[in-house]
């Protein structure tokens, strides 16, 4: 039990560190508005590539059998 004692000790030091540099931390819907808009914009590009890519293997397999 020590040793989770002393995670538990140290993941609350981190906090009181993070939460005392800078701004208090904003609300969790401003956080999970952050959050989804960080997502979105790293995943739509790796989504667009995966569905063009999709789609053109498609068509030239479509190509490939009407020739």
């Given at each position: 039990?020590?040793?989770?004692?002393?995670?538990?000790?140290?993941h609350?030091?981190?906090?009181?560190?993070t939460?005392?540099v800078?701004?208090?931390?904003?609300?969790?819907?401003?956080?999970?508005f952050?959050?989804?808009?960080?997502?979105?914009?790293?995943?739509?590009?790796?989504?667009?590539?995966?569905?063009?890519?999709?789609?053109?293997?498609?068509?030239?397999?479509?190509?490939?059998?009407?020739?």
């Open positions: 039990s020590y040793g989770r004692d002393w995670r538990l000790e140290a609350s030091q981190r906090a009181d560190v939460h005392t800078g701004d208090p931390p904003p609300p969790f819907r401003l956080d999970l952050y959050f989804l808009r960080f997502f979105l914009l790293h995943l739509s590009p790796v989504l667009v590539a995966v569905f063009q890519q999709r789609n053109s293997v498609e068509e030239s397999i479509h190509a490939r059998r009407d020739a």
